[in-house]
């Protein structure tokens, strides 16, 4: 049924029988020093995102506080921490989340949504018994309603922010330091002793869209995690520079050149031997490929599925069709044939694991003590401001963006 309404609607909003979203009727563009969120309405096109006045002594939560962010209302749980927002990230699962195809934001909360999973903020009121305190500058991971000024997290997903590091830049951190360290983890490089997996004779890596925000941090997680050769793809030319910086040994461009070219460079650039473990969410384009150029003993690991989807703003009819037609030539691995190659697919999605709180908060841990010893470079980030997140929709949709995007609430910082 979820599905039927996000056709409906991005059919009418295709044909333009959608009226763009106003702001809540409690008043236009709340000014500064009000508390607000962002919301997706409905499922389609980035008309469908608005801003509204979050009441009185209520916060944004995530699904793991309250199923239905867009109540926004309190929870009876005991360990929450009110943080004011100054700055939150944006994600591709966002962008998923706004064209209705993000399936825990529709199983766990449903729409209108509070979408977003990073903040960096100020401690604005604590639980008892918690080692934050009032004031803390903190960042954390919420499971949707970080588009906010005002969230309620559990307090095992905060952590205090380094002195060094902005808060824009930690608001960049969570969602993607979290994915890339659970991804090296299962792909046989784990940063967790209790978490320990033979690597093996080969330690090669191959991480594709390596300029990303969840690319960049599988680089340089990946040599503090045992890896010894580090090989990039990206997309563009321009890009290859920054993947570079991040500690790539070797970087793979696509632009102007074939399927074939650009695959033949990736194994030059592991001397013609598989990889142990390949990092891939850009879907139908790349995963048989991927499969393919795995190692004995090798692991394909999956997060992700962007050219699955158009990069326009909304899904025209068009755009269902070829969605169809991508799941329709999705790569089928058989269980018989991994046996025999030693080979293995691994999936994941962390928007589901509100139940995994001990191994959350052990990569938190990790990723804190890092952060803290400078052992990784913090994100590129492309600022914007709480009235243009329709505009990093379209930014990372169009996949030119370089980092990631963060977004600026105007919230003052103690």
């Given at each position: 049924m979820n599905q039927v309404k996000a056709v409906a609607s991005t059919l009418c909003d295709w044909a333009g029988l959608s009226r763009p979203q106003e702001n809540d009727a409690i008043g236009s563009r709340p000014g500064f020093g009000e508390e607000r969120a962002v919301e997706i309405v409905q499922p389609g096109g980035t008309a469908q995102i608005r801003t509204l006045k979050i009441p009185e002594g209520a916060?944004?939560?995530?699904?793991?506080?309250?199923?239905r962010t867009k109540h926004l209302r309190g929870s009876k749980r005991d360990d929450l921490v009110e943080v004011g927002v100054s700055h939150f990230a944006i994600n591709f699962a966002d962008v998923c989340i706004r064209l209705g195809l993000y399936e825990s934001a529709i199983r766990n909360v449903g729409y209108p949504?509070?979408?977003?999973?990073?903040?960096?903020?100020?401690?604005?009121?604590?639980?008892?018994?918690?080692?934050l305190k009032v004031g803390d500058r903190v960042f954390?991971?919420?499971?949707?309603?970080?588009?906010?000024?005002?969230?309620?997290?559990?307090?095992?997903?905060?952590?205090?922010?380094?002195q060094y590091v902005t808060s824009e830049q930690a608001a960049a951190l969570p969602a993607v330091s979290l994915t890339a360290l659970h991804a090296l983890t299962i792909a046989g490089f784990p940063a967790l002793s209790k978490c320990s997996i033979p690597l093996g004779k080969n330690k090669s890596v191959l991480v594709h869209s390596a300029s990303g925000g969840v690319g960049g941090m599988l680089v340089q997680f990946a040599k503090l995690c045992g890896a010894e050769n580090v090989v990039g793809v990206v997309g563009r030319k321009n890009k290859t520079e920054y993947a570079i910086s991040l500690g790539c040994d070797a970087v793979v461009y696509k632009e102007g050149k074939s399927k074939g070219e650009w695959w033949k460079e990736v194994e030059e650039a592991n001397g013609g031997v598989g990889y142990k473990a390949i990092?891939?969410?850009?879907?139908?384009?790349?995963?048989?490929?991927?499969?393919?150029?795995l190692d004995l003993c090798g692991r394909l690991v999956v997060y992700g599925f962007h050219t699955n989807l158009d990069n326009g703003?909304?899904?025209?009819?068009?755009?269902?069709?070829?969605?169809?037609?991508?799941?329709?030539?999705?790569?089928?691995?058989?269980?018989?044939?991994?046996?025999?190659?030693?080979?293995?697919?691994?999936?994941?999605?962390?928007?589901?694991?509100?139940?995994?709180?001990?191994?959350?908060?052990?990569?938190?841990?990790?990723?804190?003590?890092?952060?803290?010893?400078?052992?990784f470079q913090l994100p590129k980030v492309n600022l914007y401001e709480m009235d243009e997140v329709a505009q990093t929709h379209e930014l990372i949709q169009s996949g030119k963006s370089i980092g990631k995007i963060v977004v600026r609430t105007n919230k003052n910082e103690l």
């Amino acid at each position: 049924m979820n599905q039927v309404k996000a056709v409906a609607s991005t059919l009418c909003d295709w044909a333009g029988l959608s009226r763009p979203q106003e702001n809540d009727a409690i008043g236009s563009r709340p000014g500064f020093g009000e508390e607000r969120a962002v919301e997706i309405v409905q499922p389609g096109g980035t008309a469908q995102i608005r801003t509204l006045k979050i009441p009185e002594g209520a916060t944004t939560t995530g699904y793991n506080v309250a199923r239905r962010t867009k109540h926004l209302r309190g929870s009876k749980r005991d360990d929450l921490v009110e943080v004011g927002v100054s700055h939150f990230a944006i994600n591709f699962a966002d962008v998923c989340i706004r064209l209705g195809l993000y399936e825990s934001a529709i199983r766990n909360v449903g729409y209108p949504i509070v979408p977003g999973f990073d903040i960096a903020g100020v401690v604005t009121k604590v639980p008892n018994n918690c080692d934050l305190k009032v004031g803390d500058r903190v960042f954390g991971a919420t499971l949707f309603g970080g588009y906010s000024t005002k969230v309620s997290v559990p307090k095992n997903q905060l952590r205090e922010v380094p002195q060094y590091v902005t808060s824009e830049q930690a608001a960049a951190l969570p969602a993607v330091s979290l994915t890339a360290l659970h991804a090296l983890t299962i792909a046989g490089f784990p940063a967790l002793s209790k978490c320990s997996i033979p690597l093996g004779k080969n330690k090669s890596v191959l991480v594709h869209s390596a300029s990303g925000g969840v690319g960049g941090m599988l680089v340089q997680f990946a040599k503090l995690c045992g890896a010894e050769n580090v090989v990039g793809v990206v997309g563009r030319k321009n890009k290859t520079e920054y993947a570079i910086s991040l500690g790539c040994d070797a970087v793979v461009y696509k632009e102007g050149k074939s399927k074939g070219e650009w695959w033949k460079e990736v194994e030059e650039a592991n001397g013609g031997v598989g990889y142990k473990a390949i990092f891939d969410a850009n879907g139908v384009e790349t995963l048989q490929a991927s499969y393919e150029h795995l190692d004995l003993c090798g692991r394909l690991v999956v997060y992700g599925f962007h050219t699955n989807l158009d990069n326009g703003t909304s899904l025209s009819p068009l755009s269902w069709i070829r969605m169809i037609i991508g799941f329709l030539k999705m790569p089928r691995f058989d269980a018989m044939q991994m046996t025999l190659d030693s080979r293995a697919v691994l999936g994941f999605n962390l928007s589901f694991f509100e139940n995994e709180t001990e191994l959350i908060g052990d990569y938190f841990n990790t990723i804190t003590t890092w952060l803290s010893a400078k052992k990784f470079q913090l994100p590129k980030v492309n600022l914007y401001e709480m009235d243009e997140v329709a505009q990093t929709h379209e930014l990372i949709q169009s996949g030119k963006s370089i980092g990631k995007i963060v977004v600026r609430t105007n919230k003052n910082e103690l």
